[in-house]
């Protein structure tokens, strides 16, 4: 029986010993909202100096090509408080997704949905850990213009601050619906980066939308750039 229990023993320390270790996950939960403003969010298992984009979008898309509000910058990491800004786009909307998603290391990222009411969440405990930043776009982030559009035909865009000897997929879709039906329309390149003119088809399913998503997807890193249009002469 001593035999027996020195074994059991034995074999419960080898598998404690081999037992693999986790990393936590990175974790959000909902703090204060004021409807139609902004939302701050508690942050948990945070990996420390890590960027994280920050998107939102409507219900049930997990904030997949979601309005991206901020880039945020974790610091030491761990739980802290963070504030983001509800977009013109979402503002009306009764569930709103919010996703952080790592650039650092793409294997990071979290999502989490709210009601666009203003009042407290369920978790009201919370600090701001040293070193996070937050609602730190600046003025180097990549972004663009729409220059004009040809109703259903064609729309043109400058961009701005895009890295350079990067690779981009274009894509499109119905701006008026939360689906992530995404028709891809070409390939571009940033060449020394900065500023460029492209000239976007619009695809036979797109052309009498109201309003057209462009999503901008840099197929070297995975990060991406997302902007309504209006489906009109300008």
Known sequence: MK???????AIIMTATMIAPVFAAVPTTSIYTVVKDDAVIIRTANFP???????????????????HLVSKLTTGE??????????????KGE?????RFESVTESKFFSYNWFFNES??????????SSGTTYNNLGAGVPAWDVLSVVKGSTV???????????RYAVFLKDGALADLNWYE??????????????????????????KIAIKLYNINDGSYWYNLFDNINQ
């Open 77 to 90: 990491g761990g739980t802290f408080l963070a504030k983001f800004f509800i977009p013109e786009e979402l």
């Open 156 to 166: 043109v865009i400058q961009t701005r601050y895009f890295p350079a000897f990067q």
């Open 119 to 128: 009042g407290i969440g369920s978790d009201t405990s919370g600090s701001y």
């Open 185 to 210: 329309t070409q390939g571009i390149e940033t060449g020394e980066g900065n500023s460029q003119t492209i000239t976007i088809a619009i695809p036979p399913e797109l052309q009498y939308c109201e």
């Open 3 to 9: 035999k027996r229990i020195a074994l059991m023993l």
């Open 48 to 66: 420390s100096g890590h960027t994280f984009h920050v998107y939102m979008g409507y219900k049930d898309t997990q904030g997949k090509s979601g």
């Open 94 to 98: 009764d569930i709103i997704t919010i």
